[in-house]
């Protein structure tokens, strides 16, 4: 059974660029969810994709966007990069089904430095 | 509104001692209860759950949990600490939220193991 995996692993860009982060869910989740994780903190919600729709957000800008694939894979797409962007990007992966009890299933994560 | 409190950033055991760490959390609902780690610059690996099926929950590792409906806490405790466990542990609850099934989580709690 293969896991969530997430690329790049590291990842440094400029103020006001763009970036896009790639995520593969684990085999036979349906359910992709990503979370910023600023240095020292929670992981925090920013969206979850289910059958390829955005079907929840977190408290984030519609700078943060994404995408899922038939495929369940998914992108993480921030535009206009700010400093405070910088932070550790989960993807985690979860079984069919959206329930609060759902195990999510995480990646190692993209560290994105904006300077 | 849910949220999750983790009582002490860091907590230093020796070796062999008793590992406990504290979360306490407040829901709106039945709440489902979760309890990752993290190893440095890695992604998060699930401890174990709590979904109302027993209120002591054994997970991985050998650290286990007790839900306390009373005191609104699930604290994470393990009898004999190893090296290995040295880590950032996370305690979430994870609630439909927005439509999606979603993990709040604390600020976690960083364990370090003293030989």
């Known amino acids: 059974e293969t896991g969530v995996t997430q690329s790049p692993t590291h990842l440094i860009k400029t103020r006001g660029q763009q970036v896009t982060l790639r995520c593969s869910s684990q085999s036979g989740h349906n359910t992709v969810s990503w979370y910023q994780q600023a240095l020292g903190q929670g992981p925090q919600f920013i969206f979850q994709?289910?059958?390829?729709?955005?079907?929840g957000r977190g408290n984030f800008p519609p700078r943060f966007s994404g995408l899922q694939f038939p495929n369940y894979s998914s992108e993480l797409n921030v535009n206009a990069l700010e400093l405070d962007d910088s932070a550790l990007y989960l993807c985690a992966s979860s079984s069919p089904g959206v329930s609060g009890s759902r195990e999510q299933y995480f990646g190692p994560g993209t560290r994105l430095t904006v300077t | 509104a849910q949220s999750v409190t983790q009582l002490g950033s860091h907590v230093s055991v020796s070796e062999g001692a008793l590992v406990l760490l504290r979360c306490n959390y407040s829901s709106s609902v039945p709440p489902y209860l979760f309890w990752y780690v993290q190893y440095p610059n890695q992604g998060l690996q699930l401890l174990l759950k709590y979904t109302s099926a027993a209120t002591l929950v054994k997970g991985i590792n050998g650290f286990e949990a007790e839900f306390k409906k009373s005191e609104t806490s699930f604290h994470l405790t393990k009898p004999s600490a190893h090296m290995s466990d040295a880590a950032e542990y996370f305690c979430?609850?994870?609630?439909?939220?927005?439509?999606?099934?979603?993990?709040?989580f604390g600020t976690g709690t960083r364990l370090t193991v003293i030989p």
């Open positions: 994709y289910y059958r390829e729709e955005e079907n």
């Open positions: 979430a609850v994870g609630v439909l939220w927005t439509g999606a099934n979603n993990l709040f």
